[in-house]
C-alpha cells in the first residue's frame, strides 16, 4: 500500500469515528431527555354566545351533586345527561337542600340559554344564581327526585352571553 492510500483510509476512518461518536452523543441526549409534561386541561371554556345563538346541550357542561340519601344518584344523573349529550364535569355528595322539588340548578346566569336548557330535562327544577367550585352549571339533586325527562333539543340565546363549553369543542 502506498502512503497516499494509507492517509485516505486514515481520514476516512477518522471521519467515520467522528459520525459515529456525534451520532452516540446525539442518541444518548435524545434518550436521557425528560418527556415533556401534559399541560392541564380546562374543565371548560367561556364561549361567547350572541343574541339568536342555538345552545345545544354538547355546549353545555354540566357537574351534578347528590343531595338525598340515594347513594349514585349524582353519577346516574350525570350518566343520564351525558347520553343525552351535554359535557360531563363534575360528581360528588352535597348538603344543600333542593326543596320539595328534588332538583336545583346553580348558575351565575340564571337568565342565559344554558340554565333554560338544562332545566328543560327536569320535571321540575328551580335556576337559583348562585356560584359553585366547578365550573359550568351545576345541577343539586335530592330527595324526591324523580330523574330526567326529554327535554329541547336547543335553545336560542335571548341576550349575548358565555356558555362554559367542553375544551375540545372549543377547540375544533
Known amino acids: 500500500m502506498d502512503a497516499k492510500a ?52 354538547g355546549l353545555v357542561h354540566v357537574n351534578v351533586l347528590n343531595a338525598s340519601g340515594t347513594d349514585g344518584l349524582a353519577s346516574e344523573t350525570m350518566e343520564a345527561l ?25 348558575t351565575d346566569d340564571p337568565d342565559g340559554a344554558a340554565a333554560k336548557l338544562l332545566q328543560s330535562y327536569f320535571v321540575s327544577a328551580q335556576i337559583v344564581e348562585q356560584a359553585t367550585a366547578e365550573p359550568g352549571i351545576t345541577v343539586v339533586v335530592g330527595e324526591g327526585f324523580p330523574g330526567i325527562k326529554a327535554g329541547r333539543k336547543g335553545v336560542k340565546a335571548e341576550t349575548d352571553g358565555f356558555v362554559c363549553s367542553p375544551p375540545d369543542l372549543v377547540a375544533s
Not at 471521519?15 to 399541560?39: H, N
Not at 351525558?82 to 336545583?104: H, L, W
Request: proline share 8%.
Open 6 to 57: 494509507t492517509t485516505r483510509s486514515a481520514v476516512t476512518l477518522a471521519v467515520l469515528a467522528l459520525v459515529f461518536v456525534i451520532g452516540v452523543a446525539w442518541a444518548w441526549s435524545s434518550v436521557t431527555e425528560p418527556f415533556p409534561e401534559a399541560e392541564e386541561q380546562p374543565a371548560c371554556i367561556e364561549t361567547p354566545v350572541a343574541a339568536g345563538d342555538r345552545v345545544t346541550p
Open 82 to 106: 351525558a347520553r343525552r349529550g351535554f359535557a360531563e364535569g363534575a360528581t360528588g355528595n352535597a348538603a344543600a337542600p333542593t326543596g320539595e322539588m328534588g332538583a336545583v340548578i346553580w
